[in-house]
C-alpha cells in the first residue's frame, strides 16, 4: 500500500474559490477594505427613482478590472455608492433582449 503524498489530496480549486481566497487576502492584509473596483463604460437607462435619492440603473460596468459586464443595481446620486444588483454578460442580454421581445408584458 502505497503512502499518499500532500499532492494527491490537493483538491482542485475553483475560479471562484479563487476570487474568494483574494478576497480574504484583501480583507486580512490591506486593511479591510472589502469594496471591489468598478468603471462605468456606460450608462445606458434610469429604470425607476426612489425617494432616498437613489436610482434603480443599467449601465455597462467594469469591476475589479474585469471584462466589463451589464449591470442592474441602485446607485447613488454621485455614483460613490451602490446597492446589491446583478451583472449580466453579453450573451445573457441577448438571450435576455430575445426573451422579452417575445413576452407579453402584464
Known amino acids: 500500500m ?16 479563487i476570487r474568494c481566497l483574494g478576497h480574504l487576502f484583501k480583507f486580512l492584509f490591506l ?14 437607462a434610469d429604470i425607476s427613482h426612489s425617494n432616498n435619492g437613489w436610482t434603480k440603473e443599467l449601465n ?7 471584462e466589463p459586464v451589464y449591470d442592474i443595481r441602485t446607485w447613488s446620486s454621485d455614483h460613490t455608492e451602490y446597492g446589491k444588483g446583478v451583472t ?19
Open 2 to 17: 502505497m503512502k499518499k503524498g500532500i499532492i494527491d489530496g490537493w483538491k482542485k480549486i475553483t475560479i471562484k474559490e
Open 31 to 44: 486593511g479591510g477594505n472589502m469594496k471591489p473596483k468598478f468603471k462605468i463604460y456606460k450608462h445606458i
Open 60 to 66: 455597462y460596468v467594469s469591476w475589479d478590472d474585469r
Open 88 to 106: 449580466i454578460t453579453q450573451g445573457e442580454m441577448k438571450k435576455l433582449q430575445e426573451l422579452i421581445k417575445d413576452t407579453v408584458v402584464f
